[in-house]
């Protein structure tokens, strides 16, 4: 059974930091992302990054936020920096088995067939 289970969230100042962690069980996924939904919103990529290594991130969250993955023990982490309270959210990991030819598929929550619950992150001014 495919299982995707986020952890690391929490609440924070301004300018705090957190780091997020998501574990995958039962699938070998090629990407894994990082998107964030706030209430009555829909969801929005964070950051993603295939089987390589290679990332790509929201414009929002470059040069703050760095997302990587640990394949054999199927983890994917997002180091969250400088964290602002505009970034308060529900962080949710995703995965999903086959390749993307195009940037700017990759944070799109449609190209993912596996979700974790989430993870809420706050933070306050």
């Known amino acids: 059974q495919e299982q995707l289970t986020e952890s690391g969230g929490g609440s924070v100042r301004a300018g705090g930091s957190l780091r997020l962690s998501c574990v995958a069980s039962g699938v070998s996924p090629y990407y894994m992302a990082w998107f964030r939904q706030e209430p009555g919103k829909g969801l929005e990529g964070v950051a993603a990054?295939?089987?390589?290594?290679?990332?790509i991130y929201d414009e929002s969250v470059k040069g703050r936020f760095t997302v990587s993955r640990d394949n054999a023990e199927r983890t994917l982490s997002l180091q969250m920096n400088t964290l602002t309270p505009e970034v308060t959210a529900m962080y949710r990991c995703?995965?999903?088995?086959?390749?993307?030819?195009?940037?700017?598929?990759?944070?799109?929550?449609?190209?993912?067939?596996?979700w974790g619950q989430g993870t809420q992150v706050t933070v306050s001014s």
């Open positions: 990054v295939d089987k390589c290594g290679h990332a």
């Open positions: 995703a995965a999903r088995r086959g390749p993307l030819n195009s940037d700017s598929l990759k944070l799109q929550a449609n190209m993912y067939s596996y």
